[in-house]
């Protein structure tokens, strides 16, 4: 059985990953607060559960990789 991959996806234009970055900066520049502690986000609120649901998901993906490596007994990369 060979593996298929679906071709990732062209890149956006630079001009438009720069328009993107310049609305995101500024919007977080809004929103955010310094942090009372060191040590605390400084991440919108509005922002939190998406990065949360994130990290899960990358959390989930590695444990499924890793068992998978165990199973075939391959080495971590």
Do not use: C, N
């Not at 328009?19 to 310094?34: A, D, N, Q, V, Y």
């Not at 919108?44 to 959390?59: K, N």
């Amino acid at each position: 059985m060979s593996a298929q991959h679906d071709p990732l996806p062209e890149p956006l234009p630079e001009q438009v990953l720069d328009h993107l970055g310049r609305k995101l900066r500024s919007e977080l520049r809004i929103e955010e607060t310094p942090p009372a502690f060191l040590g605390d986000d400084t991440l919108p609120p509005r922002f939190a559960g998406l990065v949360r649901q994130i990290e899960r998901s990358e959390a989930t993906g590695q444990k499924g990789i890793d068992a998978i490596r165990r199973e075939f007994g391959l080495e971590e990369e």
